[in-house]
């Protein structure tokens, strides 16, 4: 099969299956995304195992899903003031706190129980260091999804899939305005030592067709002010090819082509979702500020 036909396919079936979880409900929404973080995740060790640290992985991944499911569960029984739902984002909330002041000790107790490691080429406390990182750039942005996700209508959050749609057709417009006016225009390198593909006019034509979607979202979106939908917009625009450049950088210094193999043509969901991981904490402080 070619290159060709497999990013068809396998893009076609990944788009149902985004498409799909998101619109039927919010459990679908998240089970989806906290399953796509966590190959993220497992994706972002595994390069670092590359460049010679010793991430504990299965602990990261552990810690990722209880912090993606903790936001969810507040977002989702945010409108309950008391009785079982309140109880279980207590619960959820003091298991992850707990967790977040003996997640270093946990991990030095493990660099200390392999100590010496064989072949051993960096420091103990940088696989420490690399545990939380992965965290903090995957995990934690990815589960702000559930924050844009639950719309606050008269007082009481509820699941809208349409923000997410919203998102996805943004980040896809990005994508494609760059990549046709890059082609068409594109003769000023954007950053030719990270992603030499990527040009100036390529970034504007991105910037472009956003704002354009952004505009057009009104007819679907009717709750939200132009202002919001066109900042949105443009924090997608702008941050989206940041994150992009910054996995491509990361991939550049482990000296490998794609963060996985998951879906053929495509690379992994790393590849996929990095712009993700700078778009979603601006878009949660954005939501906040205009809320």
Request: neutral net charge; glycine residues 10%; contains cysteine.
């Amino acid at each position: 099969m070619s290159n060709l036909a497999q990013r068809v396919i396998f893009g076609v079936i990944g788009a149902v299956l985004l498409l799909g979880s998101v619109w039927f409900s919010a459990w679908t929404f998240a089970l989806f995304f906290a399953l796509v973080q966590a190959k993220m995740l497992h994706e972002f060790y595994r390069m670092m195992r590359e460049a010679g640290y010793k991430p504990a992985a299965i602990l990261g991944i552990c810690i990722s899903l209880l912090i993606f499911f903790t936001v969810f569960i507040e977002n989702q029984f945010a409108q309950y003031d008391g009785g079982p739902e309140n109880r279980i984002v207590q619960a959820a909330e003091l298991t992850l706190i707990g967790l977040a002041l003996l997640l270093s000790v946990l991990l030095l107790l493990r660099e200390m129980s392999a100590w010496p490691r064989e072949n051993q080429s960096v420091v103990p406390f940088a696989n420490v260091g690399v545990n939380l990182l992965g965290l903090f750039y995957v995990s934690l942005p990815m589960s702000l999804l559930s924050a844009v996700a639950f719309a606050d209508a008269a007082g009481q959050a509820s699941y809208d899939y349409r923000r997410i749609f919203a998102l996805l057709f943004l980040v896809w417009c990005s994508d494609i305005g760059a990549y046709a006016a890059g082609k068409t225009f594109g003769k000023h390198k954007l950053a030719p030592t990270i992603s030499p593909g990527k040009t100036w006019e390529g970034a504007i034509g991105g910037f472009l067709l956003t704002l354009l979607m952004g505009w057009a979202l009104g007819f679907w979106l009717t709750d939200l002010s132009l202002a919001y939908r066109l900042v949105a917009a443009g924090t997608v625009a702008v941050f989206g090819p940041l994150g992009d450049l910054a996995e491509s950088m990361l991939k550049r210094s482990v000296d490998i082509k794609d963060s996985g193999t998951i879906m053929p043509g495509h690379g992994g969901l790393l590849d996929r979702f990095d712009a993700f991981l700078f778009i979603l904490p601006v878009l949660a402080l954005l939501q906040l500020l205009f809320a």
